[in-house]
């Protein structure tokens, strides 16, 4: 690298996760506006796992769910970073890697902490989910920014 080192790259792999994630925000709010959307994730996890510490928390219960989402969403931009470059690059890996996150907190971790949005049974609602994921990946993969400069 010849950018001083891992810690920038880090830097600008997690910046571009909260920005990956502040667009799917903005979707979620559009689809659940048309009422494609029923309920995200981050939010079943907040009423049926962290109502206790949110009550707590003196923020505003969204804005910490939010952030909360955002932290997340640069852990995993941080984890793409460590993809070999190779992969990276090719267009199809940002999209894919968000299809990947969103089916394994659907199908791993999601049962496991019995979170009950996964019934849902609605189409629009699992389309809606994988199509944020979906952009997600792409704003990741596709920033402008370099990923290994």
Not at 2 to 28: C, E, K
Not at 30 to 51: F, I, S, Y
């Amino acid at each position: 690298m010849n950018d001083g080192g891992t810690i920038p790259l880090l830097t600008r792999s997690a910046s571009r996760g909260v920005i990956a994630a502040m667009a799917m925000s903005g979707m979620r709010t559009v689809t659940r506006g048309l009422g494609l959307l029923e309920q995200t994730p981050p939010d079943a996890l907040a009423d049926e796992h962290a109502r206790e510490l949110l009550h707590r928390v003196k923020l505003d219960r969204d804005v910490v769910v939010e952030l909360a989402h955002w932290g997340y969403g640069a852990m995993a931009a941080v984890a793409f970073s460590r993809l070999p470059a190779t992969l990276r690059r090719q267009t199809w890996v940002g999209p894919a890697y968000g299809l990947a996150i969103w089916l394994g907190f659907e199908a791993g971790v999601a049962p496991l902490l019995g979170v009950k949005h996964v019934k849902q049974k609605r189409l629009t609602s699992r389309l809606s989910l994988a199509a944020d994921h979906v952009l997600y990946g792409a704003v990741v993969a596709q920033s402008p920014w370099p990923h290994d400069a």
